[in-house]
Antibody, heavy 120, light 107 residues
Framework: EVQLLESGGGLVQPGGSLRLSCAAS????????MSWVRQAPGKGLEWVSG????????YYADSVKGRFTISRDNSKNTLYLQMNSLRAEDTALYYC?????????????WGQGTLVTVSS | EIVLTQSPATLSLSPGERATLSCRAS??????LAWYQQKPGQAPRLLMY???SRATGIPARFSGSGSGTDFTLTISSLDPEDFAVYYC?????????FGGGTKVEIK
């Protein structure tokens, strides 16, 4: 079965940076678009960023545009999220999600998430 | 950005009852809408896509309908494992957006 394993979360001060990683296995990573979705404690889901299978296309929520950068290394089966200028409102569980085959940007597999806490 | 509004916020029902959840979009999303189920401490699970197509392995008691701006997820007979939070999501326009969720709780 598909596996997605996020890492890189932690406690960071406002204005700081973090880089999240998502190691993918048991599917042909280079064939699928991917996304990051976050969930603040006790709140709903918020899509953060997406990237096409080749990496040529990247997309961002307005709330993170200019601060976050999504990328991927298909040779390492890994998805990344570089997060700069972090704010308290970025505190959330960050999920890596795989796009559902040829059905467009729906998400059929999710990791268990990595927690990012932005606080002084 | 397309805003998705889910109602009701909470639905209190008993096992065996029918659940009807609503998702309304601020502009047309055609049929490009999905539904997810999330249980406490778990990642979301894709239930429906393109408004009315069940994802792989999803039981037939789940069904979806609608197009344009108004969508419905129906659970025909609630199983104890169905009590969870449900989210809708559109893929018509960037940025992708989710609704605020409907919690289906045991009455």
């Amino acid at each position: 079965e598909v596996q997605l394993l996020e890492s890189g979360g932690g406690l960071v001060q406002p204005g700081g940076s973090l880089r999240l990683s998502c190691a993918a296995s048991r599917f042909t990573f280079s064939n699928y678009a991917m996304s990051w979705v976050r969930q603040a404690p006790g709140k709903g889901l918020e899509w953060v960023s997406g990237i096409s299978a080749t990496g040529a296309g990247t997309y961002y929520a307005d709330s993170v545009k200019g601060r976050f950068t999504i990328s991927r290394d298909n040779s390492k089966n890994t998805l990344y999220l570089q997060m700069n200028s972090l704010r308290a409102e970025d505190t959330a569980l960050y999920y890596c999600a795989k796009v559902y085959g040829g059905q467009g940007y729906y998400f059929d597999y999710w990791g268990q998430g990595t927690l990012v806490t932005v606080s002084s | 950005e397309i805003v998705l509004t889910q109602s009701p916020a909470t639905l209190s029902l008993s096992p065996g009852e029918r659940a009807t959840l609503s998702c309304r979009a601020s502009q047309s999303v055609n049929s490009y809408l999905a539904w997810y189920q999330q249980k406490p401490g778990q990642a979301p699970r894709l239930l429906m896509y393109d408004a009315s197509s069940r994802a792989t392995g999803i039981p037939a008691r789940f069904s979806g309908s609608g197009s344009g701006t108004d969508f419905t997820l129906t659970i025909s007979s609630l199983d104890p494992e169905d009590f969870a939070v449900y989210y809708c999501q559109q893929r018509t326009n960037w940025p992708l957006t989710f609704g605020g969720g409907t919690k289906v709780e045991i009455k």
